[in-house]
Nanobody
Framework: QVQLVEYGGGFVQAGGSLRLSCTASGLPFSEYAMGWLRQAPGKEREFVAVIPRVSTFYANSVRGRFTIARDDAKNSLYLEMNNLNPADTAVYYC???????????????????WGQGTQVTVSS
């Protein structure tokens, strides 16, 4: 049984930073592309960042502010978020999928495995 568990959400003021973590079990972690996606109230779930193996890819809205990283030895995924703004307020999800094209990795529906999500709230 695949299980993804996120940690590290919280409340922060605009301009602040947060670090999210995700621990995976039940899948060959190093063989999976790992992504972060988010869903704001009233909006569809959207792509944030993905790290298929070593390369990283980001949504335009977070590039330069967020950094995704993985530690295959620990079955863990991370998201360092800096210079946060209220538009970043959302539930953040860790997700896993088999390696695919970048276009597919940027599409939420292509991820079969999801964590429960962690809330990030940024105040102005």
């Amino acid at each position: 049984q695949v299980q993804l568990v996120e940690y590290g959400g919280g409340f922060v003021q605009a301009g602040g930073s947060l670090r999210l973590s995700c621990t995976a079990s039940g899948l060959p972690f190093s063989e999976y592309a790992m992504g972060w996606l988010r869903q704001a109230p009233g909006k569809e779930r959207e792509f944030v960042a993905v790290i298929p193996r070593v390369s990283t890819f980001y949504a335009n809205s977070v590039r330069g502010r967020f950094t995704i990283a993985r530690d295959d030895a620990k079955n863990s995924l991370y998201l360092e978020m800096n210079n946060l703004n209220p538009a970043d307020t959302a539930v953040y999800y860790c997700a896993a999928t088999r390696p695919a094209s970048i276009k597919e990795l940027m599409t939420a529906s292509n991820y079969p495995y999801w964590g429960q999500g962690t809330q990030v709230t940024v105040s102005s």
